[in-house]
């Protein structure tokens, strides 16, 4: 067990520092505070983080920092700059850092280096997005970006259903339409929420359910996307296409379970009937 008192001593700190997540004016006094006052700023797009800096005049080196070198860099960071007294800040381009960014290795470097790791208070997307949702915002549950691959994509979303917090994603454009196809296909007609473009001029909630949002006309295509689906309650039962539900077969017959005990898998985690699966595994 360790303790930090990060502010008790004289210690140098990675500050871990919350960025806007589209409009600059949304950065609090201690934000500039801090940025102005430690001796480098780690980003994920130096670019990104140049039009912060600069629109309150703040002047620091930039080191860049992303997924492909973030654990050799880590280590240069903490054993170079860090352990000979300096203070640094870590940002991602929106929002928190190590939340679907960059941030965890250069975190857990500093900590087993025993080096003091303090949070800066700024805006999240999803926070932002779950709060107007109109769903459930006692509980929920933030995944984040789903896996791309559709098979893998189901699988994930099958290992969710029961979950009866507020689910919440994030999705770029490109794939919205498809994701929501798949959300609908797995959940069936759930409540849900499309958030874009928040703190933005163009900032926009679209709240129906899964069905609409799928067949919706104009379906935005630009800005980032955080996806907001009700949780499980005891009415809701999986809503599986035949499609789906053979691939979920042919996974069970993949790993070397017979055709029958693989059918009997599928109706126990879809608690469908098992001569319905049988039937729909069996017809072209």
């Given amino acids: 067990m360790k303790r930090s008192l990060n502010f008790a001593n004289k210690q140098p700190i990675l500050y871990?520092?919350?960025t806007p997540i589209g409009n600059l004016k949304e950065v609090s006094f201690r934000t500039i505070e801090v940025?102005?006052?430690?001796?480098?700023?780690?980003?994920?797009?130096?670019r990104v983080t140049a039009r912060l800096l600069n629109k309150y005049k703040i002047?620091?080196?930039l080191l860049y920092m992303e997924k492909h070198n973030e654990v050799a860099l880590s280590k240069k960071i903490i054993n170079e700059i860090i352990?000979?007294?300096?203070?640094?800040?870590?940002?991602?381009?929106?929002?928190?850092?190590?939340?679907?960014?960059?941030?965890?290795?250069?975190?857990?470097?500093?900590?087993?280096?025993?080096?003091?790791v303090s949070t800066i208070s700024g805006p999240s997307a999803f926070l932002n997005a779950l709060?107007?949702?109109?769903?459930?915002?006692?509980?929920?549950y933030f995944h984040g970006f789903l896996e791309v691959k559709e098979k893998s994509k189901i699988n994930e979303?099958?290992?969710?259903?029961?979950?009866?917090?507020?689910?919440?994603?994030?999705?770029?454009?490109?794939?919205?339409?498809?994701?929501?196809?798949?959300?609908n296909k797995v959940f069936g007609a759930r409540k849900a929420c499309i958030?874009?473009?928040?703190?933005k001029k163009h900032e926009e909630y679209i709240r129906g359910n899964l069905d609409e949002l799928v067949t919706m006309e104009n379906l935005p295509t630009k800005g980032e996307f955080v996806i907001l689906v009700e949780g499980y309650n005891d009415e809701m039962q999986p809503q599986l296409d035949g499609e789906t539900i053979r691939l979920m077969v042919n996974q069970m017959m993949e790993m070397g379970v017979s055709t029958k005990d693989a059918i009997k898998q599928v109706a126990k985690t879809t608690k469908l009937n098992k001569n319905y699966i049988y039937k729909i595994y069996h017809t072209n």
């Fill in 157 to 183: 979303l099958r290992e969710l259903f029961k979950r009866k917090e507020t689910l919440i994603f994030y999705e770029a454009p490109h794939r919205l339409l498809k994701t929501l196809e798949t959300l």
């Fill in 35 to 46: 940025l102005s006052s430690v001796d480098l700023i780690v980003c994920e797009d130096t």
């Fill in 83 to 116: 352990q000979n007294g300096k203070n640094v800040a870590y940002v991602s381009d929106a929002g928190y850092p190590c939340i679907s960014d960059p941030g965890q290795i250069l975190v857990e470097t500093a900590l087993t280096n025993d080096i003091n």
């Fill in 59 to 61: 002047e620091k080196p």
């Fill in 195 to 199: 958030a874009r473009e928040l703190t």
């Fill in 131 to 140: 709060v107007a949702s109109g769903l459930d915002s006692s509980r929920f």
């Fill in 16 to 18: 871990l520092v919350a």
